[in-house]
């Protein structure tokens, strides 16, 4: 049973996966180019400014695959591999569940997805939301997913334990208050968390870098506009650019909500459509019909 | 296991397991497996060759999963 159990939920997650790679490739990518045109164009723009400057140039990223291939395969397999990972865990939790409670199968599968979705995505997204290209200094990525893992390991962790006490209240105080007192105790050391964690501007490398071209003092490390910092003029393709005087413009607001807002619709797809499926599939496993013999009523009783 | 002698009763039940059972200690790796391999699957897609790399610093599996890196919300660049 609890390998059919796996597989069943690796599949929901797989299906879910597919689904979101062809809602990323309409809606994500036309966006993702766009941050990936705003970054070339700026990036030129500094290697102008920083040799005018005489100041060191940033080398180029890597170009190991292209952009097809990124956009295509490489997106579908993270995409499909992520819910593949987050189907199996699904399918683990809900195993170790099992016979447990009396929740039926289906509402028990889009329990555990609902809490996926916040514990791994939303409650992090909080605090650090998703990134088009474009946007993350490469010098903070280590510190960046510290924070990022912290944050994922704390929401999960914080919402376990809610749902436990809420579980354990909720004979004393009926469900509604035993809800209402479990959100409270959780949201009180959440939003501690929120306020503790630094914002991704303030972090000490990104204020070291702030008499840098394009690495104005900012809360996030969403791109400033470039401006000259310089207290004198630089000359740029024959043109003049006066001290303060702005080269290129801060990333576009329109495409970086659009790309959280897909981000967001895309995990809540992800989730949502592998734990319909999943809890389908659960409903029609538990109910066929198959022949009774004393082992399997030992392994359900082994199982608790 | 084909009969269990238990003390105290006359009747000895006779129980016959299923071959597709699992023994509990069968079932705690296929959890604890499946739990790792999935957990690994997390990372690679979301985190190696970012802050941290297991297979060296090359830039594969980062330009590879580079798109849902992002689009996932994990911290990419």
Redesign the interface.
Known sequence: ???RV?LRGALSGLIAGVLAFVF?KIF??PV?NKAIAYESGRDAILDKLNKAAGRPVAPD?????SRH???TV??A???I??G???G??V??VY??LHGRTTIRPRVMAICLAAFGFLGV?LL??VK??????AI?H?FT??T???L??AMVGASIVLLALAVYLGYRLHRRFGVFYASLMAAVAFLIPYCVLIGVLPSLGDLSANVAHRGQFGYARAATETPQPITNVLSTPLVINGKTIAPGQLVYPGFDADVLWK?RW??LL??LLIWGASSLIFGALLERFFRTPRTP????A??AA??G | MTSIPVSGTSVI?K????P???S?TR?LV??GT??F???A??Y????DE???SVFGKT??IH???????????????
Do not use: K
């Open positions: 049973m609890e390998l796996i990323a994500a990518e993702i990223g890597p170009e190991i695959f291939v990124q956009s490489g997106l397999s993270g995409l591999g992520f593949v990972a987050m199996a865990i399918a683990v195993l170790v995505f992090p997204f650090y939301p998703a990134n088009p290209p993350g490469s990525i280590t960046r997913g510290h990022y893992l790309f897909y981000s895309n995990q013999s004393p082992g399997q030992d392994r082994a199982f | 039940p129980v016959t397991v299923s597709e059972a699992l509990r079932v296929l959890l499946t739990l391999l999935a957990l699957m997390y690679f897609i979301g985190v970012g802050m941290t830039m594969m330009e590879w999963v580079h798109d849902s890196r992002h689009f996932l919300g994990f911290p990419c660049h």
